[in-house]
């Protein structure tokens, strides 16, 4: 990659002019108190940025609770109009931010651009609710009174996000806990904190030029020091945190020891079902694009496919020579379909699944080895590729390395012989995020869709596409030990507001609910 490209790159969004970054990567570490952050695409530095301290996270916390006491006062649609200008501001800045994106964690051009568009779209979305954000009345059982709900500002809500989605994952939180009255801390993954910057730059300085400073703030720091405080701090009523089951757990853990809330957005483990009726050629383009997209790091990558018997064998062949041929290559080219993991250890967690699969008694099928792939300069671009794995389980089914969530491109095959079968083992993981069926028939798709919640136990549920790429439209997340949570649309902008429920007595006469007599 040009060099050029990236210093075009980093004038557009000013990032050198940032006082935390600096452009000085000769040292081969970044001195004390700074961390590099790395090209996933070579493994070389791109920068280095000051980390934030403890002291300085509290100061954050501060000043964003003094900034909220401001921003609740002014009129939700007011507040939209100020997510409305962040959104244009991010239109203008697409193209170099998206890139920023491909920089700095390795996925597609077109998907870089494709987050930030997402969100774009929640902004878009967020202007909207805006002006609704509605409560409910209900009728009172005493004459003279009228009982209604409002939905509250809430106070700082502290943003935890991973390197994965390092724009839009901010987006579909900070956009509405704009519109909501809140204001935002954002802790961002310490593998994009330049993405976290630029994105936060713009947030900032159109709310400061619209007279509403301290809205959109950002820490950047490690867990310890930065994520603790975040979790700790009695001011920061709702923790949305998006990363590991085990990182949930520890949040959501302590975060209850204080009863604060959380919003978690934890691990998937998402499987497909393809039924015999299917259209085998949409199946295949869905479950290559959910597996080896994005080299297979989306919370709603597809990991596991679950094959009736009667077509397994061939459905395998095929999806085993479209594993083979994807290009491999550097993700800021047009024709790359996979780009490199964000970094040498996510490799060599591949390769560690991969052993224990097969110790299991798997086989591979396609891919599974580390990849040296060359610039157009015919040099090795020197990022952590790997070749796509395709895996099948032994013929028994059992392969408890399947029940952990690889956050790499691995997928592993199962055999089913009724979708009976076949739903219970898509649900019979820890994880409950995302998941999908190929059939044409109404049958199949309603039992996987049941009403009665004996299909799909996922927060997500899709028929005949793949388990990622979730429109913002509707409420995003996961139940069992992906947290619960739900973000971006639909309702999700409860979870950053509180609920009042208001009695007016305005016929004047003292009466109690429930018919108590008193005095
Ligand atoms: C994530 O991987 O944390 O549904 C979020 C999708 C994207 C969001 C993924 N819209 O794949």
Redesign the pocket.
Known sequence: MADDRIRNIFSSLRLAEDPRVSLDVEAPQAPAGRVYTLNPTTGRPLASVRLDSKDETLGAIAASTDAFKRWREVPAPERGQVVRAIGERLRSFKEPLGELVTLEMGKLRSEGLGEVQ?TIDIADFAVGLSRQLPGQVFPSERAGHRMFEQWLPLGPIGVIT?F??PN??WGWNAMLAAIAGDTTIWKPSLFAPLVAIATNHVADEVATEMGHPGVFSLVIGTDDEVGETLVQDKRVPLISA?GSCRMGRHVSQNVAARLGRCLL?LGGNNAVIVEPDADLDLAIKSILFGSVGTCGQ???STRRLLLHESIADDFEARLASAFAQVRLGDPLESDTLVGPLVHSAAQDQFLSALDAAKEQGAEILAGGRKAEVNGSDGQPLGGAFVHPALVRAPASGDLPIAMDETFAPILYTFRYKTLEQAIDMQNSVDQGL?SAIFTSTIAASERFLAPSGAGSDCGLAYVNTGT???EIGGA?GGEKDTGGGRESGSDAWKAYMRRQTCTINFGGDFQLAQGIEFG
């Open positions: 997402e991973a994965n989605f839009a994952v998006t957005e989306r919370c709603t995302s990622s790429g979730a995003f």
